[in-house]
């Protein structure tokens, strides 16, 4: 066969997906059987083993779809443990995928990889590391994009309800940068032991960056925390409950290590300042105050739950730029971060 007709058939097939609706808006690999069966050669586990029920539609979500759409994706079979525990954790009842599909606020599967398979498989927790420029990084998460649009059927505009929705619903997924970082690791913090490779996805919001070029540990705290209160006014939020996933760079980590901040004296002083007064979200005509419990203008209203509903993860290479990425949990329950352990 001439090197046209081969192009021209690939081109045919990637023209194929998109006509049964099989894309993320971005052309994919063809699923061919050779291929399926390549990336198969990833993961040990039986191809028609049942990982769980895949919501918004309910489809069966096996070994075999996971392979399907990593290979769609564009994802190496060394992936494909990664894939499969993502996949794992977006199907516990916890996460609750339905809901957080059906969102308006177009929240997104925030993948979070800790252990050493980050660096056997090259997944970037440094320079750029919400961009572009790992493969690793990109197929992964969208890997898990593509299986919950054609596993789980959540269509843009039909069961994918998001008003805006945002970049990382294409792909949405870094490891953290355990090597230049003295605080526990996401995954160790969640009872995994600190040699184990883990996988943990929250579901997010879009990151916004915050932070200060130069100043003391208290200075970059006060940066974060005025950004907080002025992004999150508690419009979308009912009687003090909240979420939050905060990403500080190697400089402001270094910056807080010195002053002898812990991870957990990092939350407590978010949580403590993170407020508005009464009057504050009345201003703005949030449900918050909406049952009458709160009867002065001047008393506190806190933004978040509890220290522990404020995740706090080391990435990002050095230049004092950190983010933080709302959490969608508006209601008890809603959704909760799940970690799965990476088998194989």
């Given at each position: 066969?001439?090197?046209?007709?081969?192009?021209?058939?690939?081109?045919?097939?990637?023209?194929?997906?998109?006509?049964?609706?099989?894309?993320?808006?971005l052309?994919?690999?063809?699923?061919?059987?050779?291929?399926?069966?390549?990336?198969?050669?990833?993961?040990?586990?039986d191809?028609?083993?049942?990982?769980?029920?895949l919501?918004?539609?309910?489809g069966?979500?096996?070994?075999?779809?996971?392979?399907?759409?990593?290979?769609?994706?564009?994802?190496?079979?060394?992936?494909?443990?990664?894939?499969?525990?993502a996949?794992?954790?977006?199907?516990?009842?916890?996460?609750?995928?339905?809901?957080?599909?059906r969102?308006?606020?177009?929240?997104?599967?925030?993948?979070?990889?800790?252990?050493?398979?980050?660096?056997?498989?090259?997944?970037?927790s440094?320079?750029?590391?919400?961009g572009?420029?790992?493969?690793?990084?990109?197929?992964?998460?969208?890997?898990?994009?593509?299986?919950?649009?054609?596993?789980?059927?959540a269509?843009?505009?039909?069961?994918?309800r998001?008003?805006?929705?945002?970049?990382?619903?294409?792909?949405?997924?870094?490891?953290?940068?355990?090597?230049?970082?003295?605080?526990e690791?996401?995954?160790v913090?969640?009872g995994?032991?600190r040699?184990?490779?883990?996988?943990?996805v929250?579901?997010?919001e879009?990151p916004?960056?915050?932070?200060?070029?130069?100043?003391?540990?208290?200075m970059?705290?006060?940066?974060?925390?005025?950004?907080?209160?002025?992004?999150?006014?508690?419009?979308?939020?009912?009687?003090?409950?909240?979420d939050?996933?905060?990403?500080?760079d190697?400089?402001?980590?270094?910056?807080?290590?010195?002053?002898?901040?812990?991870?957990?004296?990092?939350?407590?002083?978010i949580?403590?300042?993170?407020?508005?007064?009464?009057?504050?979200?009345?201003?703005?005509?949030?449900?918050l105050?909406?049952?009458?419990?709160?009867t002065?203008?001047?008393?506190p209203?806190?933004?978040?739950?509890?220290?522990?509903t404020?995740?706090?993860?080391?990435?990002?290479?050095?230049?004092?730029?950190?983010?933080?990425?709302?959490t969608w949990?508006?209601?008890?329950?809603l959704?909760?971060?799940?970690?799965?352990?990476?088998?194989g």
């Amino acid at each position: 066969m001439a090197a046209e007709e081969v192009v021209d058939d690939v081109l045919d097939l990637i023209e194929e997906c998109f006509e049964r609706g099989w894309t993320d808006g971005l052309p994919v690999v063809p699923p061919t059987p050779a291929g399926l069966e390549r990336v198969l050669r990833g993961s040990e586990r039986d191809p028609q083993e049942v990982l769980g029920i895949l919501p918004p539609q309910g489809g069966t979500l096996t070994v075999e779809k996971v392979a399907l759409n990593a290979l769609m994706a564009g994802c190496k079979p060394e992936y494909m443990p990664v894939v499969l525990a993502a996949a794992e954790a977006i199907v516990d009842p916890r996460f609750n995928l339905r809901l957080h599909s059906r969102s308006t606020r177009g929240p997104a599967p925030l993948i979070v990889v800790n252990g050493p398979i980050r660096n056997e498989l090259g997944i970037n927790s440094r320079s750029n590391v919400f961009g572009p420029g790992w493969r690793a990084n990109a197929t992964i998460g969208r890997a898990i994009r593509l299986l919950i649009r054609n596993v789980g059927g959540a269509l843009p505009g039909k069961l994918d309800r998001a008003t805006l929705g945002h970049p990382g619903k294409y792909t949405y997924c870094i490891g953290e940068d355990e090597e230049h970082s003295p605080w526990e690791p996401l995954h160790v913090e969640r009872g995994f032991p600190r040699g184990a490779s883990v996988v943990t996805v929250i579901s997010c919001e879009g990151p916004n960056q915050f932070g200060v070029p130069k100043g003391a540990a208290k200075m970059i705290l006060d940066a974060l925390v005025e950004t907080l209160r002025a992004i999150m006014r508690f419009t979308s939020y009912y009687r003090g409950v909240g979420d939050v996933t905060i990403i500080f760079d190697m400089d402001q980590r270094s910056e807080l290590i010195r002053a002898g901040y812990s991870k957990a004296d990092v939350r407590r002083y978010i949580f403590e300042n993170t407020w508005r007064t009464v009057s504050d979200v009345r201003a703005v005509g949030s449900p918050l105050v909406s049952d009458g419990a709160e009867t002065s203008d001047n008393q506190p209203v806190r933004l978040f739950t509890s220290e522990e509903t404020i995740y706090i993860i080391a990435a990002g290479a050095g230049n004092r730029f950190g983010a933080f990425m709302p959490t969608w949990r508006s209601v008890p329950g809603l959704s909760e971060p799940v970690s799965r352990l990476v088998r194989g």
